[in-house]
């Protein structure tokens, strides 16, 4: 239960950042002076390396904790965990992609307006939706 805890405690630290970072991308994008630029890399650097990519580390950690202390041997047979680590490959290749984008930014490389970012900000809520429903509800 405590590394159930811990697990949940960072995956909405990874989250926050998650929601947040691709938000920072629709305003700088849309932003036009110097001063806003170099604000927005700090703030976007910040956030990727401090706050999401720990929150990341920690929560797949304390999650294969999970599998290897008893979860593999009570669900390992179970279709919901296996969708479940799938969609969470999924996660982690949209958590690089993020840190692709915070470099092309820092390097003033940016190709993208605002509005795609502003889809780019909706994917992680559909995989957070699907993810804490199989996680939880184990439907299957
Ligand atoms: C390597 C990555 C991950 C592994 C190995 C993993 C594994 C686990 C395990 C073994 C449990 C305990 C299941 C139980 O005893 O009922 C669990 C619970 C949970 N996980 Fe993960 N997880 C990972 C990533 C994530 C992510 C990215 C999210 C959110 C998007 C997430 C959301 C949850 C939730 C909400 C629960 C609590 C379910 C409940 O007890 O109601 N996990 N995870």
């Not at 697990?7 to 630290?13: A, K, N």
Request: hydrophobic letters at 55%; glycine letters at 4%; a positive charge.
């Amino acid at each position: 239960m405590w590394l159930k805890a811990l697990h949940l405690i960072f995956m909405v630290t990874w989250f926050a950042g998650l929601f947040y970072l691709p938000r920072l991308f629709v305003y700088h994008a849309m932003s036009d002076d110097e001063i806003s630029n170099e604000r927005f890399k700090i703030m976007e650097r910040k956030l990727y390396f401090g706050i999401m990519t720990p929150g990341a580390i920690l929560t797949l950690i304390f999650g294969i904790w999970m599998l290897f202390d008893y979860a593999w041997d009570v669900y390992g047979a179970s279709a919901w965990l296996h969708a479940k680590l799938a969609l969470i490959v999924v996660l982690v290749v949209y958590h690089l992609w993020c840190g692709k984008l915070v470099r092309n930014f820092r390097d003033d490389r940016n190709q993208h307006g605002h509005v795609y970012y502003r889809w780019f900000n909706e994917f992680p809520v559909l995989v957070l939706v699907a993810i804490v429903i199989l996680a939880s509800v184990k439907p299957f």
